[in-house]
């Protein structure tokens, strides 16, 4: 029997959508390469060396875990670690498009990747990373690694050898022979028990602050920092 042109063209298109729905729909791959360079705007506060923790916990082993469950990372929200989610292409996807509205609370304030190939990317990164195989991620120079120096290279103008305090002003003795003189309120008293922190017993000043107007020194252990200052007026 001859089928009408009108009806046969129906039983098609009939036809071809049946065969779409039955058919798994293709998702677009990362590329880890390029998600390795899109990862740099993370690296400031996220190491990917396994237990390096920065301002946010190591992502060197998340693919397919439980969201905070580091056990070495300390400071994990109460918002993601009652989230109850496993990173993967879909959670990460929705995790980097926008933090705050995947687990309100979080204390991550990242605004988020809003190009979906660039979260794409970045997961494609992370599960290479997992996996041992991710390309690498590109560094800084002077010993930067994952967005932290390695205090241990510091060179002699950032080599601490004396701190004395007079009223309201720190001198500030590095290994090439300057002394600097810095507001009291201008410098922080930091420290660093990680493996790119000082030695011990040996501090290093860090500069911050658009005009050079701000200091860090970085201590091994909050112990060594009273004992390091001394009162002297000349």
């Given at each position: 029997m001859r089928v009408p042109g009108p009806l046969r063209r129906g039983v098609n298109v009939a036809f071809t959508l049946g065969l779409m729905a039955l058919?798994?729909?293709?998702?677009?791959?990362?590329?880890?390469?390029?998600?390795?360079?899109?990862?740099?705007?993370?690296a400031a506060c996220h190491s990917v060396t396994p237990s390096e923790h920065l301002t946010g916990p190591s992502l060197a082993h998340i693919w397919n875990r439980r969201a905070?469950?580091?056990?070495?990372?300390?400071?994990?929200?109460?918002?993601?670690?009652?989230?109850?989610?496993?990173?993967?292409?879909?959670?990460?996807?929705?995790?980097l498009a926008n933090p705050e509205r995947f687990a309100p609370g979080t204390s991550m304030t990242f605004a988020g990747l809003k190009a979906p190939k660039d979260r794409a990317d970045?997961?494609?990164?992370?599960?290479?990373?997992?996996e041992n195989s991710a390309p690498p991620a590109g560094r800084g120079d002077m010993g930067?690694?994952?967005?932290k120096a390695d205090l241990r290279k510091a060179p002699p103008d950032a080599q601490v050898k004396a701190l004395s305090h007079c009223g309201d002003t720190y001198t500030v003795e590095t290994a090439d022979g300057k002394k600097n003189k810095v507001w009291e309120f201008n410098l922080r008293l930091k420290t660093d028990s990680s493996k790119?922190?000082?030695?011990?017993?040996?501090?290093?000043?860090?500069?911050?602050?658009?005009?050079?107007d701000r200091a860090s020194i970085v201590f091994a252990s909050p112990k060594e920092i009273s004992g390091f200052i001394k009162q002297s007026c000349p």
């Open positions: 058919t798994p729909v293709a998702t677009a791959a990362g590329d880890a390469t390029r998600g390795a360079g899109v990862f740099q705007q993370c905070a469950s580091a056990e070495d990372f300390r400071r994990y929200s109460d918002a993601l670690k009652s989230a109850n989610v496993i990173w993967d292409e879909a959670t990460l996807d929705k995790w970045v997961a494609a990164y992370l599960k290479a990373v997992a930067m690694r994952g967005g790119l922190g000082p030695l011990p017993g040996n501090p290093v000043v860090v500069g911050a602050g658009m005009q050079g």
